[in-house]
């Protein structure tokens, strides 16, 4: 018998104890280990080339809704240190530096998420394809889920889309081109609308989504590329001027389940900073402290990325959904909290 | 007024107060679209009619505490309008009509201990214990012998309700039934 046969929680009967235990089955991590060597069998297959980067910076690229979880080195405030919220500076940095095809398996770190898909601590797969159009790496991005999940997903042509601004018209009723922040309290449920009462259009439109689109993703769509986000919503994406102008990113839902995310990514230099100024001035707005931005990135963005088409990918969340496991400690070692 | 929650209290059987009426928490998710804002789904059970709904949150958002209390009270009888019920440490008596005591009729003994759960000082539900051992007052007689295959009959309890129990059960017998899923759990010994 395995010394780890035992593990996997009991739930009744472990009251008043400490529960050393894994979180997950061992049939469960035995799952995750095969998945993880899957992917890299994967890109080596492919000729991506595995990279392997720093999780501590003195930098970081500020985000308006992702919290940075800061160390404070020695005890003491000055010179604070930042875990990574995702490998993409550095892995850019490398594209920048004349790496080609790249990939990363590694754990980021966010702060204040937790909930059944979310652990302040996870495991990122993020890969870029140097010379590669956002729809090609969408087909790549198909091709490896559905060998992890061994799912049919839907005959070519692949992948199944969908805009932003059609998800939203097809499953909340409200079409981007024709709201504005008034107008779209309108769409607000009688019973909920004094308690968004202070909200912004941005803040609406997230509740839209996860009140509205997430649920009926969930119902209507095995699997789909959202695609063509709202211009304020680029993060790191071109922007594709349109018109309408929308930007160049996608994210993949698997039964109403947000797994990857992905951009036409943005290589000007410029461009890039302007926004995360911007977003450290959001930042601000909201009472949150701004960040260092990163200045190494930036240069290395000055000096010439090429052109390039990336994507981050939830790796507990896809073991999740391999092994039909309904909260992320069921598919990792052990929970921040147990 | 009430403690005020955050959403970091909005935990599964946590008791809060929206739109005036008390509910309790049936399930509570921490949601997030990509580089979104976060927000606290909750679905919540009407304390009074056991109605569900949905509510998503934002999670800046803070959610008041329902004034609700618990207290075991002891079931006496019904005349027929009322079901009538008694604190046994203070002998004060609680009434319910017909509508709100709803499909708990099924599960009351007289002597049985229930929990009824007031709201600002109002009683607004009863429940049963999660398991009852009741008397099966009318049944088809056992088959000897019968014990692994799984099959069931219907039963009839001292209660009234109807439960699936094995062949092997006869009339006269004690039983232990989950009072929540309605479904036989094991002979018991009169209690």
Known sequence: ?338 | MGEVLNHNQLRIGTKVEIDDLPWMIVSAQFVKPGKGQAFTKIRIKNLIDGRVIERTYKSSETVNKADVQDKDVQYLYTDGEFWHFMEPLNYEQVAFPKDQVGDVVDWLKEQETYQVTFWGGKPISVTPPPFLVLKVSQCDPGVRGDTVSGATKPATMETGVIVKVPLFVNEGDWIRVDTRSGEYVERAKEP
């Open chain 1, 1 to 338: 018998m395995s010394p780890l046969a035992t593990c996997g929680r009991g739930g009744w009967g472990m009251r008043g104890k400490t529960d050393w235990r894994p979180t997950a089955t061992w049939q469960r991590l035995q799952q995750r280990a095969l998945l993880l060597s899957h992917c890299r069998r994967f890109f080596s297959e492919r000729g991506v080339l595995e990279v392997d980067t720093p999780s501590l910076s003195r930098s970081a690229l500020p985000e308006h809704h992702i919290e940075p979880i800061t160390c404070c080195a020695d005890g003491s405030s000055a010179g604070a240190l930042f875990l990574h919220t995702s490998p993409e500076a550095a892995m850019k940095r490398l594209l920048a530096a004349g790496s080609g095809p790249i990939y990363q398996l590694c754990h980021v770190f966010r702060a204040h998420e937790m909930g059944p898909h979310h652990h302040p601590e996870f495991t990122m797969l993020e890969w870029y394809r140097p010379g590669w159009n956002w729809f090609q790496l969408m087909m790549e991005v198909a091709e490896l889920v559905g060998q992890l999940l061994d799912i049919e997903l839907p005959p070519h042509p692949f992948p199944l889309t969908m805009s932003y601004r059609q998800a939203l018209i097809q499953y909340a009723g409200i079409d981007l081109l024709e709201e504005n922040q008034a107008t779209l309290r309108r769409h607000l449920p009688a019973d909920q609308a004094a308690a968004l009462s202070d909200s912004d259009y941005e803040t609406l439109l997230d509740w839209f989504w996860v009140d509205r689109v997430e649920p009926a993703l969930a119902r209507h769509h095995p699997a789909l590329f959202i695609t063509h986000f709202p211009v304020a919503r680029a993060a790191m994406a071109r922007v594709d001027p349109g018109p309408p102008a929308t930007a160049c990113r996608f994210e993949l839902y698997i039964h109403g389940v947000e797994l990857a995310n992905g951009y036409q990514e943005l290589t000007d230099a410029g461009e890039q900073e302007r926004r995360l100024v911007a977003a450290n001035d959001q930042r601000r707005l909201q009472g949150l402290v701004s960040l260092p931005i990163d200045q190494h990135f930036l240069a290395a963005l000055a000096e010439g990325m090429p052109e390039c088409a990336g994507v981050a990918l939830g790796f507990d969340r896809l073991v999740m959904l391999a092994c039909g496991a309904t909260s992320i400690d069921q598919v990792t070692a052990f929970h921040i909290d147990s």
